[in-house]
């Protein structure tokens, strides 16, 4: 399983679910238009957790999923926690 740390705030929900793609490894691969309608508008201090569906790895005969949290603070801004499985 790989992923990244999440360190860095975003200012949008859209840039936020746009660094989480970021951990994707590069055999796979994801629909953006299926993932601009993944998130649902969010408050202030609440969480969203999504598993958005990859490309199969066809030579291992596996699908896989990022799975992504994104929590919206108090501030507005967004962070975010992703896993490629």
């Not at 055999?27 to 993944?38: D, F, K, Q, S, T």
């Not at 969010?42 to 569906?53: D, F, H, K, L, V």
Request: glycine residues 4%; without cysteine; charged residues 20%.
């Amino acid at each position: 399983m790989s992923g990244f740390t999440p360190t860095i705030y975003h200012e949008t929900l859209w840039h936020a679910v746009q660094a989480a793609t970021d951990s994707i490894p590069s055999h796979h691969a994801i629909e953006i238009e299926g993932l601009r309608n993944a998130f649902d508008p969010m408050s202030y201090e609440t969480s969203q957790s999504r598993a958005i569906p990859l490309s199969s790895d066809l030579k291992r005969g596996r699908k896989s999923v990022l799975r992504v949290t994104i929590y919206r603070m108090q501030s507005g801004r967004y962070e975010v926690t992703a896993y490629a499985a």
